[in-house]
């Protein structure tokens, strides 16, 4: 099993977590700040949180994230 990495990009406030490699055949919007891309077979790879420092609880700050994203990348 792949382990997912998760990118924050602190200046556009966006959370990136990659489930799986694959190309975004189609992309879902779950709410007005989150989006799932799908590949080929239907299968999802991606979710894109949006103004993630808004919509994550209040106890999880930009450092917080960026700690997140030092361990889950592998």
Not at 4 to 10: E, G
Not at 47 to 70: D, M, V, Y
Request: overall charge positive; hydrophobic content about 35%; cysteine-free.
């Amino acid at each position: 099993m792949k382990k997912t990495k998760i990118n924050y990009d602190k200046k556009k406030d966006i959370l990136y977590i990659m489930l799986r490699n694959g190309v975004e055949e189609r992309f879902e919007d779950i709410s007005k700040d989150v989006t799932v891309e799908y590949d080929a077979k239907n299968r999802p790879i991606g979710i894109e949180i949006f103004n993630a420092s808004k919509i994550l609880p209040a106890s999880t700050s930009s450092r917080n994230l960026r700690e997140i994203e030092q361990v889950a990348n592998i």
